[in-house]
């Protein structure tokens, strides 16, 4: 574990517990845990959940964040001149920007969330049972991942939110990296969709559409994407699922997805989710290849997990 960036993740939470009291600084995290079982081969991790968070915000519409990664292996091996670079490579961090707030919308820049993260709204992100990287895209420019360099403009107007994000630097060879997302209630209906170029690849780019809708105590959701490329013809995907309320805040789930048409394997899960409380979750389930996005062969996982937020 490097200390110099353990000492600093240390001593930044030291310094801001007596400064918490201020209105213009917020401490949270999340810890978590998972005992899962992968085609027999019992594993105790967390998938993405843990981590340790600064927010900051002033009167005058300044505000920023700064977050860290806290799983385990995040900080080993990794040097301060290795987190800091704008190539990828940014072992514990999370995001973290600097921005202003005002009645026109949200101004941010640095290294950010992917502007079509989980748009889905996907309950069980970060945890083995989430939908990104096998039913829905993944990586930076799917449904996870956080993308350096970055400028974003976002705003909500009504029952409408939208985002949109920009590279102008020359930082990590991705000039022009441009991602667009809306989400807006219509009908009864939560609708989204997102658009990126994949960072600026010369005719690549990527797009997701898809909405929910309740019928009772049941959720229903259709998402639909395309993954175009130069390597092959366009994937195009589509996964359907539902929620279903069963009472004591105990939510149970079932989803399907094609994988797109050169996938050997279709992938589905079925789980339940518990909130004791606003701060402490439970999950449970089993997902049939949806750990993979490219497997051809079926992966099975089922398990349990656990997170509780600070």
């Known amino acids: 574990m490097n200390k110099k960036i353990l000492t600093a993740a240390i001593g930044a939470a030291l310094v801001a517990g007596p400064l918490a009291a201020q209105a213009?600084?917020?401490?949270?995290?999340?810890?978590?845990?998972?005992?899962?079982?992968?085609d027999g081969k019992i594993n105790a991790r967390d998938y993405g959940n843990q981590r340790l968070q600064l927010?900051?915000?002033?009167?005058?519409?300044?505000?920023?964040?700064?977050?860290?990664?806290?799983r385990q292996g995040k900080f080993d091996g990794?040097?301060?001149?290795?987190?800091?670079?704008?190539?990828?490579?940014?072992?514990?961090?999370?995001?973290?920007?600097?921005?202003?707030?005002?009645?026109?919308?949200?101004?941010?820049?640095g290294r950010l969330a992917g502007i079509g993260k989980n748009v889905e709204g996907d309950r069980y992100i970060g945890t083995f049972l989430e939908l990104r990287n096998a039913f829905v895209k993944g990586g930076s420019?799917?449904?996870?991942?956080?993308?350096?360099?970055?400028?974003?403009?976002?705003?909500?107007?009504?029952?409408?939110?939208?985002?949109?994000?920009?590279?102008?630097?020359?930082?990590?060879?991705?000039?022009?990296?441009?991602?667009?997302?809306?989400?807006?209630?219509?009908?009864?209906?939560?609708?989204?969709a997102a658009y990126n170029?994949?960072?600026?690849?010369?005719?690549?780019?990527?797009?997701?559409?898809?909405?929910?809708?309740?019928?009772?105590?049941?959720?229903?959701?259709l998402t639909y994407e395309s993954d175009a490329n130069n390597v092959a013809a366009d994937q195009t995907s589509w996964s359907v699922g539902a929620d279903m309320k069963l009472g004591n805040d105990l939510v149970g789930t079932i989803d399907y997805s094609d994988k797109g048409k050169t996938a050997t394997e279709a992938a589905y899960r079925v789980g339940v989710y518990k909130?004791?409380?606003?701060?402490?979750?439970?999950?449970?389930?089993?997902?049939?290849?949806?750990?993979?996005?490219?497997?051809?062969?079926?992966?099975?996982?089922?398990?349990?997990?656990?997170?509780?937020?600070?």
Not at 79 to 105: E, H, I, M, P, Q
Not at 286 to 292: A, F, L, V
């Open 55 to 70: 927010d900051f915000s002033e009167e005058t519409g300044f505000m920023g964040r700064m977050a860290l990664d806290m």
């Open 141 to 192: 420019y799917g449904s996870s991942s956080f993308v350096n360099s970055m400028l974003q403009y976002d705003n909500k107007v009504g029952d409408m939110w939208f985002g949109l994000q920009y590279d102008p630097t020359d930082n990590g060879g991705k000039k022009g990296d441009l991602g667009l997302a809306i989400k807006a209630k219509a009908g009864g209906a939560n609708l989204y």
């Open 197 to 221: 170029n994949e960072g600026a690849k010369t005719n690549e780019s990527y797009w997701k559409v898809g909405g929910s809708m309740g019928f009772g105590d049941i959720t229903a959701r």
């Open 78 to 109: 990794v040097t301060v001149n290795t987190v800091t670079t704008t190539s990828g490579s940014t072992g514990a961090f999370r995001d973290y920007y600097v921005g202003y707030k005002g009645g026109f919308g949200t101004l941010r820049a």
């Open 24 to 38: 213009d600084l917020k401490i949270s995290g999340r810890v978590a845990m998972e005992l899962v079982s992968e």
């Open 275 to 310: 909130k004791f409380s606003k701060k402490s979750h439970m999950w449970a389930g089993y997902t049939q290849n949806g750990t993979s996005s490219s497997s051809t062969t079926a992966q099975a996982a089922y398990g349990v997990g656990f997170r509780h937020d600070i």
